[in-house]
């Protein structure tokens, strides 16, 4: 039995250190959680500030965003990319303090880094100062420890964080450190709630390996590597950008999309979507209108309800809603990025003033049932109200407490008749229920 606890014990504690790691996985990967978008919704000016950081591969990934991204209004790449000397740099932590400093001055929404051309083959060395053997696991620790921290520095800035991972290399034993070294870039943009972009399998030959040769954006095959198996050409360089224009033009689209939903955004923000109509006077007959706005008739009250509830105060006027249709005029962004002017038409049709009495809680409405909430495709929730039972259907259950809704909503386990197939009692009980009792055939008078 000591060697069962023993064990017991122990799985315990590794379950323990799971849910840890996952819990403290959330948090940090929600810190940057902007409303659904990865972008901000409400860039200054309606510009997208996009900053690149890394080594000699961001100056030549700069090159490929800037022939992306070139015509797109929706965009300002700044033309220098902000140098990282890399991960194993010396004085790593100094380095990184000053780093900060420059992106707390740098004006960026977004944020593409890629670093680590020479880290593949630099020693580093630990805490204690002792110098740790290139590529082993006290290196990928001490390697682990630099990377995150790092990526906190740009924290600060709430910024989108595109991190770009290192390419294959024409080296076998640099290449599989470079994996070793993508593992940990993966594992600490997840963790921090940067978006990693994989450099690695897109320039990879058919049958995974290296190879300077590749097709291009228009598929030709070309010349993609430098001769020195690490750099990249020009059209490397574009379709190195390619990769992360794919996970950058998807986000803009749902920032743009994000952006024109209703009330999403303070008022100076609703404005400039909508400057026309930033101010709509409602209708004579809207419930919302003021008392001043109506004509001037003495407010009638009214008595208790049936119900038990307070009397209300309204006006004779607040009668039947008529039909008030509107347009609005929204400022978006095509799929070319330039900006377009779109009229719409809200459609309100004429409303009963019970209706309307009901909505603006000016009579009771009594018992409203029960909310039944779920999730369906798309990230949307559905919630539907179900009213209990009336007089008339007093021995029905309601629906909330239906066996279906209990067992496949709930997950509640039912609790089983005597003498049905889920019933395991022992010794078993005869079953009592009126469907197990002959039925009674004689004449009654």
Known sequence: MSAFWRHLRSWLAAIAAVFAVVLASSAWAGDDDQGGTFLTVFPDNDVYQVSVFGDDFAQGLLGGLVGAFGADVRLNIQRQAIPIAGVAMPDFDGKVAALEKTIGAQPFNIAVVMVGQDDRFMSLRGVDGKRLPLGSEAWIIEYTRRVDRLMRAFKSKSAAVYWVGLPNLARTDANELAQRM?????????????????????????????????????????????????????????????????????????????????????????????PDNAVKTPAPSSPVVRPTQQASKTPVVRGPALDGSPPSTTNDSAGDQKADDGRITLKIVGSNGREEMQTIQIVRPAIPASVVALMARRESSGQRGDLLVDQIAGGLTLMSSISPSGNNDRGRLSPTQAPYFRLLVKGERLQPKAGRADDVTWPPKPDTTSEAKPSDLSPRG
């Open 182 to 274: 993508n593992d940990v870039i993966r594992e600490r943009a997840y963790l921090n709630g940067y978006k990693y972009i994989d450099a690695y399998q897109g320039f990879t030959d058919e049958n995974g390996g290296y190879s300077a040769y590749g097709p291009d954006l228009d598929g030709a095959i070309r010349l993609l590597r430098l001769r020195d198996g690490v750099n990249f050409t020009d059209a490397g360089n574009s379709k190195l950008a390619h990769f992360v224009e794919k996970e950058l033009r998807p986000d803009l689209l749902q920032a743009k999309a994000n952006r024109n939903i209703p009330l999403l955004g303070a008022e100076a923000e609703q404005a400039k979507i909508n």
